[in-house]
Protein backbone atom coordinates (compact mmCIF):
# COMPACT_ATOMS: atom_id res chain seq x y z
CA UNK A 1 0.00 0.00 0.00
CA UNK A 2 2.58 2.16 0.66
CA UNK A 3 4.59 1.46 -2.77
CA UNK A 4 1.38 2.42 -4.19
CA UNK A 5 1.21 5.83 -2.04
CA UNK A 6 4.45 6.46 -3.22
CA UNK A 7 3.99 5.43 -6.87
CA UNK A 8 0.54 8.15 -6.79
CA UNK A 9 2.31 11.12 -5.12
CA UNK A 10 5.36 10.71 -7.72
CA UNK A 11 3.71 10.81 -10.94
CA UNK A 12 1.24 13.64 -9.31
CA UNK A 13 4.07 15.52 -8.83
CA UNK A 14 5.65 14.45 -12.12
CA UNK A 15 2.57 15.22 -14.03
CA UNK A 16 2.09 18.93 -11.94
CA UNK A 17 5.32 19.49 -12.90
CA UNK A 18 5.03 18.92 -16.77
CA UNK A 19 1.28 20.69 -16.77
CA UNK A 20 3.02 23.91 -15.41
CA UNK A 21 5.36 23.97 -17.59
CA UNK A 22 3.53 23.62 -20.71
CA UNK A 23 0.94 26.22 -19.44
CA UNK A 24 3.35 28.82 -18.80
CA UNK A 25 5.05 28.09 -22.06
CA UNK A 26 1.94 28.56 -24.08
CA UNK A 27 1.17 31.65 -21.66
CA UNK A 28 4.47 33.31 -22.65
CA UNK A 29 3.76 32.58 -26.05
CA UNK A 30 -0.02 34.11 -26.33
CA UNK A 31 1.62 36.91 -24.59
CA UNK A 32 4.55 37.49 -27.38
CA UNK A 33 1.97 36.84 -29.82
CA UNK A 34 -0.41 39.68 -28.75
CA UNK A 35 3.08 41.67 -28.38
CA UNK A 36 4.33 41.21 -31.38
CA UNK A 37 0.83 42.25 -33.01
CA UNK A 38 0.89 45.38 -30.97
CA UNK A 39 3.92 46.95 -32.17
CA UNK A 40 3.27 45.47 -36.06
CA UNK A 41 0.48 48.19 -35.36
CA UNK A 42 2.37 50.88 -33.77
CA UNK A 43 5.04 50.47 -36.69
CA UNK A 44 2.10 51.04 -39.52
CA UNK A 45 0.74 54.03 -37.11
CA UNK A 46 3.58 55.90 -36.23
CA UNK A 47 5.60 55.45 -39.12
CA UNK A 48 6.52 57.60 -41.81
CA UNK A 49 6.04 61.59 -42.51
CA UNK A 50 3.57 63.74 -40.23
CA UNK A 51 2.50 67.43 -40.80
CA UNK A 52 1.59 70.10 -37.95
CA UNK A 53 2.28 73.12 -35.89
CA UNK A 54 3.46 73.92 -32.65
CA UNK A 55 2.86 76.83 -30.47
CA UNK A 56 4.86 78.23 -27.80
CA UNK A 57 5.68 81.47 -26.39
CA UNK A 58 8.60 83.44 -28.01
CA UNK A 59 9.85 86.52 -26.30
CA UNK A 60 6.35 86.80 -24.35
CA UNK A 61 4.12 86.22 -27.21
CA UNK A 62 2.53 83.10 -28.44
CA UNK A 63 4.31 81.65 -31.94
CA UNK A 64 2.81 78.65 -34.17
CA UNK A 65 5.34 77.14 -36.37
CA UNK A 66 4.99 74.54 -39.01
CA UNK A 67 7.02 71.44 -38.14
CA UNK A 68 7.68 68.41 -40.21
CA UNK A 69 7.80 64.92 -38.74
CA UNK A 70 9.61 61.81 -40.41
CA UNK A 71 9.05 58.59 -37.92
CA UNK A 72 10.47 55.21 -38.05
CA UNK A 73 9.64 52.31 -35.26
CA UNK A 74 11.87 49.56 -34.94
CA UNK A 75 9.98 45.94 -33.35
CA UNK A 76 10.73 46.73 -30.67
CA UNK A 77 8.63 49.65 -30.48
CA UNK A 78 11.42 52.32 -30.50
CA UNK A 79 10.41 55.30 -32.46
CA UNK A 80 13.56 57.48 -33.83
CA UNK A 81 13.32 60.22 -36.52
CA UNK A 82 13.79 63.61 -37.71
CA UNK A 83 11.78 66.76 -37.28
CA UNK A 84 11.78 69.72 -39.44
CA UNK A 85 10.65 73.70 -38.89
CA UNK A 86 10.97 74.78 -42.37
CA UNK A 87 10.82 78.63 -41.44
CA UNK A 88 11.49 79.33 -37.72
CA UNK A 89 9.97 83.36 -36.48
CA UNK A 90 13.91 84.18 -37.16
CA UNK A 91 13.97 82.69 -40.62
CA UNK A 92 16.36 79.72 -39.93
CA UNK A 93 15.30 76.08 -40.55
CA UNK A 94 15.52 74.09 -37.54
CA UNK A 95 16.27 70.35 -37.75
CA UNK A 96 15.87 67.92 -34.67
CA UNK A 97 16.77 64.41 -33.95
CA UNK A 98 14.25 62.16 -32.33
CA UNK A 99 14.06 59.43 -30.08
CA UNK A 100 10.95 57.88 -27.88
CA UNK A 101 8.81 55.06 -27.39
CA UNK A 102 5.47 54.40 -26.99
CA UNK A 103 4.00 54.76 -23.07
CA UNK A 104 0.95 52.85 -23.05
CA UNK A 105 -1.04 51.56 -26.81
CA UNK A 106 -2.01 55.68 -27.18
CA UNK A 107 0.70 57.56 -25.56
CA UNK A 108 4.09 58.31 -26.91
CA UNK A 109 6.89 59.74 -25.39
CA UNK A 110 9.32 61.74 -27.69
CA UNK A 111 12.39 63.66 -27.13
CA UNK A 112 14.00 66.45 -29.45
CA UNK A 113 18.00 67.39 -29.92
CA UNK A 114 19.25 69.88 -32.17
CA UNK A 115 21.20 68.06 -35.00
CA UNK A 116 24.02 70.88 -34.18
CA UNK A 117 25.47 69.92 -31.38
CA UNK A 118 26.89 73.64 -30.91
CA UNK A 119 23.26 74.68 -30.32
CA UNK A 120 21.54 74.29 -27.59
CA UNK A 121 17.92 73.09 -27.82
CA UNK A 122 16.05 70.09 -25.93
CA UNK A 123 13.23 68.63 -24.82
CA UNK A 124 10.47 66.22 -24.71
CA UNK A 125 6.84 65.65 -26.25
CA UNK A 126 3.93 63.99 -24.53
CA UNK A 127 1.91 62.72 -27.77
CA UNK A 128 -1.55 60.60 -27.45
CA UNK A 129 -2.04 58.87 -31.05
CA UNK A 130 -6.07 59.23 -32.00
CA UNK A 131 -8.10 56.00 -32.09
CA UNK A 132 -7.82 56.22 -36.09
CA UNK A 133 -3.82 56.43 -35.64
CA UNK A 134 -4.11 59.84 -38.20
CA UNK A 135 -3.51 62.47 -35.73
CA UNK A 136 -0.84 63.13 -33.03
CA UNK A 137 -1.71 65.89 -30.12
CA UNK A 138 0.02 66.95 -27.07
CA UNK A 139 2.49 69.31 -25.38
CA UNK A 140 6.23 69.78 -24.86
CA UNK A 141 8.38 71.31 -23.02
CA UNK A 142 12.32 72.03 -23.70
CA UNK A 143 15.14 74.87 -23.71
CA UNK A 144 14.89 76.64 -26.56
CA UNK A 145 17.59 78.17 -28.52
CA UNK A 146 15.65 81.28 -29.75
CA UNK A 147 14.47 82.97 -26.43
CA UNK A 148 17.61 80.99 -24.43
CA UNK A 149 14.98 79.95 -22.19
CA UNK A 150 12.87 77.09 -20.89
CA UNK A 151 9.71 76.43 -23.10
CA UNK A 152 6.50 75.19 -23.27
CA UNK A 153 3.89 74.67 -25.88
CA UNK A 154 1.00 72.76 -27.86
CA UNK A 155 1.55 70.22 -30.34
CA UNK A 156 -0.39 68.96 -33.16
CA UNK A 157 -0.01 66.65 -36.30
CA UNK A 158 -1.47 64.62 -39.08
CA UNK A 159 -0.29 62.09 -40.87
CA UNK A 160 0.57 62.49 -44.40
Excluded: C
Amino acid sequence: MEITIAIITGLTTITSAIVTSLLKDYLANRKKQKFDNFQTQIAEAVSGKWKGEITQALNGVEVSMVVLLDFKVTSLGIITGMARIPKSPTGEIIEMNLNGAFYSERFLKVSYNNVNTAVVQFGTFIFKLSGNALTLKGNFVGYGHLNENIILGKASFEKI
